[in-house]
């Protein structure tokens, strides 16, 4: 046993020191858990809710837009949308076929489809179309049990009752681009929208709302489980237009299919009741998306359907401008209104000719003449006696020249040159030809539209600098209805009232004198009577050869030669409260295309006042322009 | 009873039954109650599927464990080689029929159960080695030729194991092998030459012996964190739920980690990590203070036997016991490479469970017959 005893010591003792060992590492695994769940736990428990919730964004309605009456101009519709779950998927190209029954998937959708559930995890769902038609809606219901992993999802999507009328102004929302990415996350939500151009991109940030936030529990593979918190959003701010929804449609409905635009301006509040442009584009199919082919059409359009020409678009402002150049030399007293000119047709100046557009002349003309017969001799007489400077100063006074701040993109500055500015752009001194030129609003002037329009309610408000506004208000979402926008008075236009008194008469006979040049256009409902001023400018060079043969006329001509017809006017002559500008792209001449055009809607829009009720004492407590016209 | 030999019938099975030590049985049952809680838990509050068949089998293995217990101690001496060679067959038979289980062959069936034999042969090799050394002298430990028949006997199952591959377990059986050699009381300065050997026979083999995939897959074992998708992700996992668990734990079905599937193979081989999710610090302490318990308690019982054979036996026991625990529980905090490896009598999994009872029931069987004095030969019949 001794044999034993000496085994059974080294055995115990090495037994020990194992023991020893089992502890001391035991202990090392106790210290590790210290460190783990005591001195890191606050760091661990950090990670452990990184990993299992996830702030999910909710994207919140987008604002309406409502016309001065209230009228929805852009609301939110259900859009169905056809999603497919691939973890609820067996045969893909077998559920594929069957879908293909009811909705045409063509070879390329169904490699993006393959593309998409590679690049995503199995249960989120890939959105396969959007706006559904209902009946398609119901067939795919009534199949579902042959559909697994297919299925119908409700979400918003813009809707525009007012389709083309209204697309120049309000625009349209589409997916957002990777160069618009600001990095708030709300622009990264699948399917999110922003606005792209009208009133949709230029208030596209109060439209848009405040995302609200969902926090939900996640597992591992990023299913959710249930939400732990909710924070709903806040829906976009309501946007009322100035717009009069019915005098809008109406407008653009009569510039039908022409390349035209039409703006209808309150001359005292500068609110603007229409804007057309046409032709246009549906608002409403952006959200389905346009072919390749869709689009080239609509961007490479001679007729620009793109753009809002009421304030993208420039032109010369022809003899519209005509008003304008009066008042700067009446201002310098190069005329008064009793000043004669002698038209023969024609005026030498140098080598060159400048013709009248009446090519026999119109013998001996004043100004109430030379504005009412619009006559081109008379004005290039004046012009020339007044200079370019004092006339472009007096066009800006006018709101001509210079962008009027209108809360829509793109909006063109037009030009109202000088001598500095050709000096400095073109390097080369002002010619005195091109002063001439100008006294018919042509050569390098440039308008818009809107800017046009602007001018006109300016004349015919009593020289008060209106400016014009096509948003009303924005009302946030959950205010109560608040105090209408205060109307404020605009300041006064330096300009003599008795010259812009005279400038008004000779506008009232334009189209109410039987000598006027748009007599024929004339509103004869004694009401709503209008004055105003044709326009006509020449695109093309007539050629020395062209006009020995003998002009031809527009009608003869390719549309891109043909001349552009504008016509500015206001209307009731009496106590003026409408402004209207029409231009009409190639139009031939301001009396027979646009005057009439302008008189269908200035009655239109006498006939619907849609300022009534709207600060109407701001107009009648002054004398109205043009009023003591007989 | 034919096992019981003639001198010792005054030990009748049922002053066996009053011999055995139920505290100890107790405490085992302490130990798999928190895994049936653990599994509950892990099932999401339910009993089915794990936590149910977990109890059934414990059920069985306790009643196996005490009728290991009762069977006589020489008994389980003279049939140990025996026993043994029937381990290294079935592994061996792993080989040629086994199924393929989380990408290794592991599994055998033996027509009414699934068996893993690397389980069984970590026993079944301390049975075979305190055979061998139990009738040693101090002097022949001392003798490298000695030692030869008891290496291969270590080695054997070793490279059956690796074969599989089950490098984890082939090196726990390495290491209960080799502690088994430390008690037996080999001299230490073999294992210094032994492990200097070891180390600078890495780079030789490393270089030349090697394959490309081979080292590739070896690098991915000893370092999980290379692959942050992989196993590396699941220790991030298990530390990010043992770190929130914090001092006191999410509460009892509470884990966010375990429940919303962040920890994976949460039933198994990372059960400790949602108990320490779910109770803290506390929770995970007082488990491993348990072990220590069962530890402490093997070590007695290893000292209090009589004979050679038992104290062997018994310190065998709870050193494939306490390195199934370390291994499992510091791989979870991310102290050792995952290398697959349940925690005793916790994780779920049916031939873990039944081995180890196997052993405990050893264990007991060494503390009923501690006063059985055995002398040599007797393993060869003669008492």
Known sequence: MHRDSDRYRMFSRRAAIFLGGQVLLLSGLGARMYYLQVV??????????DNRINLKLLAPPRGLIVDRFGRSLAD??????????PENITDLDKTLDRLAAIIPIGPNERQRIAREIKRRRRFNPI???ENLEWKKVARIEVNAPDLAGIGIDVGESRYYPGGAAMAPILGYVSAVSEKERTGDPLLELPGFRIGKAGIEKTQDLALRGAAGTSQVEVNAFGREIRELQRIEGQPGAEAR????YELQRMTAARLGDKAASAVVMDIHTGEI?????????DSNAFKRGFSRAEWRDLISNPRAPLNNKAVVGQYAPGSTFKMIVALAALEKGVITPQSRFFCKGEMELGDSTFHCWKRTGHGSMDLMNGITQSCDVYFYEVAGRTGIDRISAMARRFGLGARLGIELPGEKNGLMPTRKWKKRTKGVSWQ????VLAGIGQGFLLTTPLQLAVMISRLANGGRAVEPSILRQLVPFGVPEPEPRELHQFPEIDVNKNHLRIVGRAMARVTNSPIGTAYRARIKNPEFRMAGKTGTVQVRRISKAEREQGVRKNSELEWRDRDHALFVGYGPVRAPRYAVSVVVEHGGGGSSTAAPIAR???????????SRGRAAYLGRRRQPAGADEG | MSLIPDRQRENTIGRKLWQINWSFVLLVALIAGVGFAMLYSAAGGQFDPWSSRQMARFGVGTVAMIVFALIDIRTWLRYAYIIYLASLVLLAAVEVTGSVGMGAQRWINLGFINVQPSEIVKITLILALARYFYACRVEDVERMTYLLVPAAMLVAPVYLVLRQPDLGTAILILVTGITIFFLAGVRAWIFVAFGLAAISAIVPVWKFVLLDYQKQRLLTYLNPESDPLGAGYHVMQSKIALGSGGLFGKGFLAGTQSHLSFLPEKHTDFIFTMLAEEFGMAGGLGLVGLYLLVLVYGFFIALRSRNHFGRLVGMGVVAAFFYNVFVNIAMVMGLLPVVGMPLPLVSYGGTAMVTLLFGFGLLLCVFVHRDVAISPGTADGNY
């Not at chain 1, 939110?76 to 779950?85: A, F, P």
């Open chain 1, 432 to 435: 005195q030809g091109e002063t």
């Open chain 1, 127 to 129: 959105i396969i179309r």
């Open chain 1, 241 to 244: 237009l100035t717009i009069d």
């Open chain 1, 273 to 281: 009741l229409a804007m057309a442009s046409t032709p246009s584009f």
């Open chain 1, 76 to 85: 939110n519709r259900q859009n169905y949308r056809l999603i497919l779950t």
């Open chain 1, 600 to 610: 269908d809607i200035l009655t239109e829009a006498q006939r619907r006042d849609p």
């Open chain 1, 40 to 49: 890191e736990a606050d760091r661990y428990r950090t990670l452990a809710d």
